[in-house]
């Protein structure tokens, strides 16, 4: 019971009665620019990057205190503890109690100064007849120096004892004073694949009906915002990033039935999917925006600040945001903050500057790829999703037929030359189908005679469409080998190169 809080639903009048004071309200109210959230323009991750920046800055001895009060009650103590001075400053900008609604934070590099800061709380609090719950309120040290021993810290908060804690959560990050990325990670983890087993019933995973495509898009628009809520600010390290990778990668890697051992790019570039790094990448171009557009005089002094102070400091959002914009070469963040463009012109130039880098980056990858021989380069890019998975409607045979064909785009169908291979040779390569000859992909798809009958149906009807496009004589001069024949069948987009459109379905799977 000690987390319950009351809901009450109020009566009509009460609400027109609110409605009606809340304009004079805010009429003479002056928030202070320690408040965020709730605000037009200001994101509770506003006050989530003070503390991260506070933590960059190796202050030593910081403190964390949460939930208690409303903004307006708020108010008059934030602005009570910036007077004195009371708290946490980086260079000369106080950030001292980053707050959002009712989620505050005591920031101090001095276990007297937070001592302080709790007992003008809990004077304020008194005073506004408002009572903190002790229970829910927590002491955390961060970037503690050696000489200092914990068991020796504890504060009062009106009777009760607080003593320091591993961590505690603000505004849906974890603060802790070791390991605090890796905490974070695990547990969005932990959110990110629950939402994904909740909306399995919706057909999310595997073959039972639902587009790659459409299954793609719940997961970006239902899993993603949950995975890496936060992360954008959070000064991840590469190790950390892979941990992140490895969730996203399989999980589109399910979404489109393919093998473990499918070549990555391949996984993204099909689906046109971000990878997980351009998807983080995305967000701190987003925030970066936010602050440096918000009308906060605290955000506004950190930004000034950190961007002359702290650019190498690894630790510092600015400078991970730094790497980022030289990454997909867009200005810089003075250049950024002296002249910023329109929200919505920033969204396109960034989205366009990540399409562009990472599909560069994956087709230089794919390239590489001896698996991958047989899917056509021409069509893909990011934010597009290959014809294997528009071509296709969404029934549970139309689907199965697409997961055996991406399977064979992406060198990943098992034929028994590949199994024998694998074996090392204990395993026999022969064809189960005919018995005369090993099966590979040449022998699958157009020599077989096992599978005669079928390929006959279904090849002369592509040859046909095909000639009735090009014409006989481009068709004997185009598919002189069986190579060319495979990659027509496999993956006919390569016909984008002579300006012609085929749009050859899937007609082609196993039988
Ligand atoms: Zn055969």
């Not at 903004?71 to 708290?87: A, F, I």
């Not at 910023?340 to 560069?360: F, R």
């Amino acid at each position: 019971m000690d987390n319950y809080r009351g809901i009450a639903v109020t009566p009509v009048i009460s609400k027109l009665f609110e409605c009606t004071i809340l304009p004079r309200l805010t009429l003479n109210f002056d928030q202070s620019s320690l408040q965020f959230g709730f605000t037009k323009g200001l994101s509770m991750l506003m006050a989530s990057l003070i503390i991260t920046e506070a933590r960059a800055e190796g202050v030593r001895q910081g403190g964390i205190l949460s939930p208690f009060l409303y903004k307006v009650y708020v108010n008059n103590l934030l602005e009570d503890l910036k007077s004195h001075s009371l708290g946490l400053k980086i260079g000369t900008n106080y950030v001292g109690c980053p707050t959002c609604a009712d989620d505050i934070a005591f920031l101090s590099n001095n276990h007297q100064e937070l001592q302080c800061m709790l007992s003008v709380a809990t004077h304020h609090a008194r005073q506004s007849r408002v009572t903190i719950n002790p229970t829910k309120t927590k002491a955390v040290i961060l970037n503690k120096p050696k000489k200092i021993s914990k068991s020796d810290l504890n504060w009062t908060l009106g009777n009760t004892l607080v003593y320091p804690s591993e961590d505690t959560t603000h505004l849906g990050l974890i603060r802790a004073e070791l390991k605090e990325n890796n905490l974070n990670i695990d547990a969005r983890i932990s959110i990110a694949r629950r939402t994904l087993y909740s909306l399995m019933n919706t057909g999310l995973h595997g073959t039972n009906g639902l587009n790659p495509q459409t299954s793609y898009k719940i997961y970006q628009s239902y899993v993603i915002p949950r995975l890496l809520y936060g992360m954008e600010i959070l000064p991840l390290n590469q190790c950390q990033l892979d941990i992140m990778a490895r969730f996203h990668t399989k999980t589109l890697r399910n979404i489109q039935s393919l093998p473990t051992r499918t070549a990555t790019g391949s996984v993204f570039m099909l689906l046109g999917a971000l990878t997980i790094e351009a998807e983080i990448h995305k967000r701190q171009l987003s925030f970066l925006y936010s602050v440096l557009s918000c009308n906060n005089s605290t955000i506004q002094g950190l930004v000034d600040r950190q961007v002359i102070m702290n650019i190498d400091n690894h630790l510092s959002f600015f400078c991970k945001v730094t790497g980022v914009l030289t990454l997909y070469d867009l200005p810089s963040i003075s250049t950024l903050s002296q002249n910023l463009p329109s929200k919505l012109k920033w969204k396109a130039t960034v989205k366009l500057a990540i399409q562009d880098y990472w599909t560069k980056t994956l087709i230089k990858e794919i390239e590489t790829k001896s698996s991958l021989t047989y899917l056509d380069k021409t069509l893909l890019r990011i934010g597009h999703t290959h014809p294997v998975w528009t071509s296709l409607s969404s029934t549970v045979s139309d689907v199965k037929k697409g997961a055996i064909k991406v399977q064979l785009l992406t060198g990943t169908y098992e034929l028994e030359s590949h199994r024998s291979k694998f074996s090392g040779g204990r395993e026999s390569a022969l064809c189960k189908c005919c018995g005369t000859s090993d099966e590979d992909i040449i022998h699958f798809q157009l020599l077989c005679p096992a599978l005669h009958k079928q390929r006959k149906e279904t090849f002369s009807k592509l040859k046909s469409y095909v000639i009735s496009v090009i014409g006989t004589k481009y068709w004997s001069k185009q598919f002189k080998g069986h190579l060319d024949l495979i990659k027509l069948i496999v993956d006919s987009s390569f016909y984008y190169h002579h300006g012609h459109c085929l749009e050859i379905g899937l007609n082609w799977t196993k039988f």
